[in-house]
């Protein structure tokens, strides 16, 4: 009998004991108040709290959180700019003078949710509002900056800290939006239309190269051609007339008639133009006067060129 009371003296002690064991999870920080006051944090492991007398006020999340926005905001041209922006925040450290600012700074969550989304909305709408239509889509990154210097301060008395701001869309007006699309539509056809000119332009220049190298090629061959042409002339002259001096010398030494050698160049002659002419018309005194006439000629030629020797 005696052993039964004992055991119900000490059970509401052991039920008193072990109900001021508190285990806390990993990544997760309590508050612990007295009497409404805040008294002392509990980390992560097995804690024991004063029983009946201290109390777990609030269970705080030291883990990254994350939160998606959609607002609108006008430009300084008036054009409406519609975001779609992911917020990655936490608390800033497990320091216990951070802890208390953000258990006692708000109310609940949702407050603090609605404090730090229609602040970041805000800075934006700050920002875009000093910019035109055109640029939004350029300053991505700038938009990011701007916000976290505007708010780190904010969070830092909160107890948090922004860790990232992305913004994953940004669109326009369906009217923006389509102006937007012609102009790029122009000015790509306008960008073609300027690519072809060069090409024609390119091409032509090149033709124009090609043919005047061309052309020079042509003239440079035909003015060699030309050179060979007069160098094999002057070699057949040279030839000829050597070949009809040593004949004349020859039939002078033999006591014989030069005319001869004149009546062979006739004979020759004639019977080259007939051989190798292309249809011109020559006309030749055949007669025996006008054959003396030439033979005369050509004799005159021939003591011209002696006495010039």
Known sequence: MENLVRFWWVLPILIIFFSGLVTVSQGYIDV???FGKYRRILQPGLNFKIPLLEQIQKRISIQNRSVELE???????????????MLLYAVQNSEEETIKKVAFKFIAERDLMQALTRTIEGSIRAFVATKKQAEILGLRRD???YVKDQIDHSLEEWGYHLLDLQINDITFDQAIIDSMSRVVASNNLKAAAENEGQALLITKTKAAEAEGNAIKISAEAEKEAARLRGQGVALFREEVARGMTEAAEQMKRANLDTNVILFSMWTEAIKNFAEFGKGNVIFLDGSSDGMNKTMMQIQAMMMKKENLS
């Open 143 to 145: 938009i990011v900056e």
């Open 71 to 85: 607002f609108q905001a006008v430009t300084t041209d008036q054009a409406n700019v519609y975001f779609k922006s």
């Open 32 to 34: 612990v108040t007295m």
